[in-house]
């Protein structure tokens, strides 16, 4: 198994989750998604993922983008132990919250977005902050009023194992924590997070202990 990176990439962070919470060792191949205007751009990079983005799974001759779809794949390869828990129901809910994570607040902030406003639209660097801030705080403050008032919350999204939800909202918090948003203000997520972070699957995850890591 191979896994092309970028140590502070939240959709790789969380490919490394699950393969950790499984136990699946795999090679990391580095990609710089900043080093010489990006190596994910460059036409060696495009041969392997032509959208030019991280993460990319490789097992065997099978080569995969799309994090929560390289995830999907490793519950349903090596089901043991379980991101997803035992009944329909269940499993929509954790995948709920994974998607809230990776389809209304990552897209709007991942690393393609704040260049382009940047660069191309000539926003100046505090209003693209603003920008950054504005969508993490307005995504965490539904979510943080979700995973507080339902009763599956526990030490983690769903009770106390780990589960796709987490892989999902452990990188966001990494990153909106980064980017200097106040998460004391959503002590759930905050809560979830700390307790996620002393797990060994998520702290081997973490983009400081990457080989790649600045």
Same mark, same amino acid.
């Given at each position: 198994?191979?896994?092309?990176?970028?140590?502070?990439?939240?959709?790789? +962070?969380?490919?490394?989750?699950?393969?950790?919470? %499984?136990?699946?060792?795999?090679?990391?191949?580095?990609? @710089?998604?900043?080093?010489?205007?990006?190596?994910?751009?460059?036409?060696? +990079?495009?041969?392997?993922?032509?959208?030019?983005?991280?993460?990319?799974?490789?097992?065997?001759?099978?080569?995969?983008?799309?994090?929560?779809?390289?995830?999907?794949?490793?519950?349903?390869? @090596?089901?043991?132990?379980?991101?997803?828990?035992?009944?329909?129901?269940?499993?929509? +809910?954790?995948?709920?919250? *994974?998607?809230?994570?990776? =389809?209304?607040?990552?897209?709007?902030?991942?690393?393609?977005?704040?260049? +382009?406003?940047?660069?191309?639209?000539?926003?100046?660097?505090?209003?693209?902050?603003?920008?950054? %801030?504005?969508?993490?705080?307005?995504?965490?403050?539904?979510?943080?009023? @979700?995973?507080?008032?339902?009763?599956?919350?526990?030490?983690?999204?769903?009770?106390?194992?780990?589960?796709?939800?987490?892989? =999902?909202?452990?990188?966001?918090?990494?990153?909106?924590?980064?980017?200097?948003?106040?998460?004391?203000?959503?002590?759930?997520?905050?809560?979830?997070?700390? @307790?996620?972070?002393?797990?060994?699957?998520?702290?081997?995850?973490?983009?400081?202990?990457?080989?790649? *890591?600045?």
């Amino acid at each position: 198994m191979k896994l092309y990176s970028y140590f502070r990439s939240s959709a790789s +962070y969380r490919v490394r989750i699950a393969l950790n919470v %499984k136990n699946l060792p795999y090679d990391y191949v580095p990609v @710089h998604l900043v080093r010489d205007g990006g190596e994910q751009l460059k036409p060696e +990079y495009r041969k392997v993922n032509l959208d030019g983005i991280v993460p990319t799974f490789v097992d065997g001759n099978e080569v995969m983008p799309q994090s929560l779809a390289i995830i999907e794949y490793l519950e349903e390869t @090596h089901p043991q132990p379980p991101l997803l828990p035992g009944t329909p129901a269940e499993r929509a +809910y954790v995948r709920s919250v *994974a998607l809230q994570v990776a =389809c209304e607040i990552h897209p709007l902030n991942n690393l393609r977005v704040l260049k +382009y406003l940047k660069h191309t639209l000539c926003v100046e660097e505090d209003a693209k902050d603003a920008w950054y %801030k504005h969508w993490v705080e307005a995504g965490f403050a539904t979510l943080e009023t @979700h995973l507080a008032g339902n009763p599956r919350t526990g030490k983690l999204c769903f009770g106390d194992t780990p589960t796709l939800a987490d892989a =999902c909202l452990i990188p966001q918090v990494f990153n909106a924590q980064r980017f200097k948003v106040d998460t004391a203000k959503f002590p759930t997520i905050q809560r979830i997070y700390d @307790h996620a972070m002393q797990l060994d699957a998520f702290a081997r995850a973490a983009p400081g202990v990457q080989p790649d *890591a600045e």
